[in-house]
């Protein structure tokens, strides 16, 4: 099976010398959950961007099912992005005079979506998401979590195959972001959703089927998790990793 994101030899180098990332050979599986960890500063977020067409590489190779995707002028990726990459962010990047419902439709709308579609899809994602009854609402008088659940709605409304999640519980206390790992959990299990997912954090990376943890631009670690196993003892595990 062609994995859905392949990278080769993938770097990314700043002015004054500084090797945001070196030499990244990575393959996601479509279905898989990947968890990207390390301190600040040593490319997680980095690579994120460029798998998602956010930023450029210097050097390397990126594909999307098969397809070199690197090499996309700035409009070709915007295509890409609307049909097949959905993005959650730690700040949500909801638009404020717009109420919850259109936030979460806007993208299915610029992707082609007919308005009855959009509205359909819009309503099953907040009702699956348990915010259904805040759909007038404007973003700004949800919690924190209930609009980092409205920001996946959003990611998701285009059925991506490829969910990309940037610290989505880093600005949420505790109690929302466990809500929000189990709905990201949900989308995985329930919908093989394929989800590469940015965190500091060891609990939430315990949360996915791979850890790549990462040091100093490069991968310096890889280790797969059983599901089933003791969450207490994974996370240790994860800790010593980046210890």
């Known amino acids: 099976m062609t994995p859905v994101i392949t990278t080769r030899g993938l770097a990314k180098d700043y002015d004054g010398g500084v090797h945001a990332l070196r030499d990244i050979d990575v393959e996601i599986a479509a279905g898989e959950f990947v968890a990207v960890t390390g ?5 997680k977020s980095t690579l994120l961007n460029l798998l998602g067409g956010l930023d450029r590489p210097t050097r390397g ?3 999307l099912a098969g397809q070199r995707v690197d090499g996309y002028s700035e409009t070709r990726w915007a295509l890409v992005r609307r049909r097949e990459i959905g993005f959650v962010f730690q700040f949500f990047n909801l638009i404020a005079n717009l109420s919850v419902a259109d936030n979460v439709e806007l993208p299915g709308l610029l992707a082609g979506l007919s ?4 509205r ?3 309503q099953e994602l907040l009702e699956s998401l348990g915010i259904a009854e805040h759909a007038d609402a404007a973003p700004g008088h949800l919690s924190g979590g209930q609009q980092q659940r409205v920001a996946i709605a ?9 969910l990309l999640a940037d610290e989505p519980t880093g600005n949420l206390d505790s109690a929302s972001a466990r809500d929000v790992m189990a709905l990201l959990r949900a989308a995985h299990d329930e919908r093989g959703q394929t989800i590469v997912l940015v965190t500091h954090d060891a609990r939430v990376a ?7 943890a990462m ?7 890889e280790t797969r998790l059983d599901a089933r196993g003791d969450m207490s003892a994974t996370v ?3 800790m010593e990793l980046e210890a």
């Open 61 to 63: 190779e990126i594909e």
């Open 206 to 212: 315990a949360r996915a089927d791979r850890v790549l």
């Open 120 to 122: 359909a899809r819009r």
């Open 39 to 43: 301190p600040s500063g040593c490319g």
């Open 115 to 118: 308005s009855r579609e959009a």
């Open 154 to 162: 959003r990611a998701l409304i285009n059925r991506p195959s490829v």
């Open 215 to 221: 040091r100093d631009g490069a991968v310096a670690h």
């Open 236 to 238: 240790s595990r994860l």
